[in-house]
């Protein structure tokens, strides 16, 4: 959560000043009425840049689409090219090549640890089901189970009974029982090898109970209906957590307060109590035989006094802390409520993650496809018989290009979102009578697609610059970690720049977000928005530091209320049908519908911390361009207790209403 103010003290000074408009003109204050209709486009430099690359990854995707095959990852292919699961076109120089793989759906490895351990050299082949009972008789294997594990062009006939050692025919015995991963035949009990990876995975295949799968899946299968009923409970009941949040908020807030300080005074008194009876004890001992006293129970004495001094030091600063903070934790309060009364006014604002979600995973979904062509786009290799894929400098190139497309386009999908929240919440601040808001946020999309698309390219391509950094420092990472001989300082340098990356990338997020909403307010472009938002944010730290802890403490507390009262809904309804369902594990439906009551509270909350950010940021511009006397404040009655002014103000909203009302009076008679 952010947010900004225009004064250090917790009450707000009314500050006379003039405000430019989106085309630089200036205004009188008094014409202010919200969000800005005279603009003009901003930042087109930037939205013609991502329209040009976003016709580079089209390119690139056409390619893609003209040498690429996904079932290379879905099925996997043998060791001559193969593509397992489908018919095949011949490879030059690769005897095994372009044979008909239709029945044959999945990979058998003669080693399998040469799926993670390129040095080993191993053929894999393509084999219609995986071994599932312990054979060393590879003809019996053929003939019984109808498992063929060697090569193509060798006869059953000729199937050798024993073979102890793989080569370029068939595999080495015992065959062991195996599993289907992803159409990958693995071993259950896998051979220990060096590798912590493999071993650890061995150790969850062995874990793993056959029927445990089929269990889950089929009561996936059975219990589907159950599942939707309780994702619509979930969905209902994260309304309902959102309503009422605009009225327990208060009562959460002051109880985490009274909580940290009571906790905090009772750690303290702990501490004390223990080392006062470590302290009577020696001091008693000492006086009946100084020769009782052992150096533990000195040392104890000491160890608790520590802590106890320690404890208290943290508790004098937690105390003084709320006692600093109580005016900004009840200006916290106050748009918790005030943020409850704008969706109260705009409620399809709840439903805007909705449309955002399928955006996103539409988009996302196609962008991820069009990366699998791409990745399996990569020409055959043949060498001794045997075909690999190895990507050359321009692929290698062409698959980060496209990744950092998806970054981009993403952040401009969720950027977009937040401009319409602003828009939408600033128009229903700013407007006196909340009855003639018309359609807000259509209002507010129409406004960001005719003017700041680029704005939100721009916004957009900063966060996604930081994420493929993130991205190609664990890449480098992982390079460094599976090779010998890197030291553990140049291991450590990565982890701290890894995170370092990871903070810049959440303050230019917060730092974007605020800028967002200067956008929708003003109009004005991405750096001066961004520019404006950070002066205010570090004018404004201690505010900042109330929204964003308490806060995010509250919006915390909201979402795992939910997901707790669907869990008791979900068990209760589940305990009825479980009978009747044919349930194996009761906890099935209920993990989906938990899971799902977590996402969609979470992408409500996500409106309801942008409609408090954009409440407090039009808060202290409704401050800084009116007195609340001569120019009466556009905010309600609860924000104006935190405005330096606010009984004047209170007082001329009073007389203001009554002379509207007298006038309405004299308006009738007339009549």
Known sequence: MGGCCCSRETKIEPINTKVKSANDDQIEEDEFDGPLEDRSCRDVLFLLIMIAFIGGMGYFSFLAFLGGNPNKLLHGTDSWGNVCAQPNIGIPDAQHSGRDMTQKTKVYYFDFTSLANPLVQSLRICVSDCPSVTSSDLSDLATTHGVKLCRYDKLVGTYPNAHLIADDECPATPIEPHVSLVNRCIPKTLIKVGKSVISSFSTILNSLDADFVAKVCSDISNCWQIILYLCAIAFGISLIVIFLLKFFACLLIWIMVIGCVLGSLAASAYCWYNWYGYFSYVKETELKDASLVTSVDIETRQTWLIYASVVSGIALIVCLVMLVMRKRIQLVVQLFMEAGSALGKIPMLLFQPIWTIIILIGTIGGLLYIFAWMHTSAPPIVKDDVVTYEADKILFYTKWYHVFGMLWISQFILACQQVVIAGAIATWYFKRDKSKMGFPICASLKRLICYHLGSVAFGSLIIAIVQLARMILGYIHQKVNNKPGVGAVA????????????????????????????????????????????????ANVLRVAAINSVGFFVLFLAKVGTVAIVGIVGLEFIKIVQTTAGLNFFWVPLLFACSFAFFISHCFLQVYEMTI???????????????????????????????????????????????KALAKVITKTMN
């Open 491 to 538: 291991k450590f340098i990565l982890k701290c720049l890894k995170c370092l990356l990871w903070c810049f990338e959440k303050f230019l997020k917060y730092l974007n977000r605020n800028a967002y909403i200067e956008i929708a307010i003003y109009g004005y472009s991405f750096c001066k928005s961004a520019k404006k938002a950070f002066l205010l944010l570090v």
């Open 613 to 659: 950010d954009t409440i407090f940021l039009c808060f202290c511009e409704d401050c800084e361009r009116n007195d609340g006397v001569r120019k009466p404040y556009f905010m309600s009655k609860g924000l104006m207790a935190f405005v330096e002014n606010s009984k004047e103000a209170l007082d001329a909203d009073k007389e203001r209403k009554k002379t």
